[in-house]
């Protein structure tokens, strides 16, 4: 059975802190995206990776950055969180750009 | 990426036909049709893909005529559970390094 394991289902963090939030694939997918829904706002995707170590932006990417060293996992960072980034956040995996698997997401607020 | 333009919401009853028509006007010639549902507090399920004609799986079908510019989405005999958030998403498949990208989706509601 495929999976998409993100490290948080709920997490609580301060303004100004910095913020991981992990996510691993067991598929061995080339892609990973993130993203955050918002009520009334839908998906909007912050980054998306395509390869070890490669990574391009996606609609919403400022105030985020990510790393993926593995191809397996795939993590955001909020260098500095701010309530406005008080979101749900999925993470999710495809091979090319076919079906894609999401995790279970991460409800994130910043106090 | 080719824009898809979807109803924001539709209402139906348990047992009916339930058809979501989509308009992607620009899709090019290797984009693919993908749909998702999506419940509350989950992320996205893949539900079904074509490229032309007519697509069925366990789930639904997919109806998208030649000229490509629009599908339709069918969920046969819907029930309570149906009720969710569908996405009309159009783009390029096999292909790596292409986004996907997520519209506004339709807001499905069943009733008894």
């Known amino acids: 059975d495929v999976k998409v394991t993100q490290s948080s289902r709920y997490l609580v963090k301060r303004t100004g802190e910095k913020v991981f939030l992990e996510c691993v694939q067991d598929?061995?997918?080339?892609?990973m995206f993130w993203y955050r829904q918002d009520p009334g706002l839908g998906l909007r995707l912050i980054y998306f990776?395509?390869?070890?170590?490669?990574?391009e932006k996606g609609d919403i990417p400022e105030g985020y950055s990510v790393s993926r060293e593995k191809k397996e996992r795939f993590s955001l960072i909020l260098e500095s969180a701010s309530t406005n980034q008080t979101s749900m956040y999925l993470c999710?995996?495809?091979?090319?750009?076919?079906?894609?698997?999401f995790g279970q997401g991460t409800r994130l607020t910043v106090v | 990426l080719a824009k898809t333009t979807q109803p924001i919401s539709m209402d139906s009853y348990e047992g009916q036909e339930v058809n979501i028509t989509c308009s992607h006007n620009?899709?090019?010639?290797?984009?693919?049709i993908t749909w998702y549902q999506q419940f509350p507090s989950q992320g996205p399920r893949f539900i079904i893909q074509?490229?032309?004609t007519k697509v069925t799986n366990e789930v639904a079908s997919l109806f998208i005529p030649a000229d490509r510019k629009s599908s339709t989405l069918s969920l046969p005999r819907v029930s309570l559970s149906d009720t969710a958030v569908y996405y009309c998403?159009?783009?390029?498949?096999?292909?790596?390094?292409?986004?996907?990208?997520f519209g506004s989706g339709t807001r499905l509601s069943i009733r008894p």
């Open positions: 598929m061995d997918h080339e892609n």
């Open positions: 999710a995996s495809s091979l090319q750009s076919r079906e894609a698997f």
């Open positions: 074509g490229y032309k």
């Open positions: 990776s395509y390869d070890v170590k490669m990574k």
């Open positions: 998403l159009v783009g390029p498949t096999y292909s790596s390094a292409s986004k996907i990208i």
């Open positions: 620009n899709i090019a010639t290797n984009d693919y």
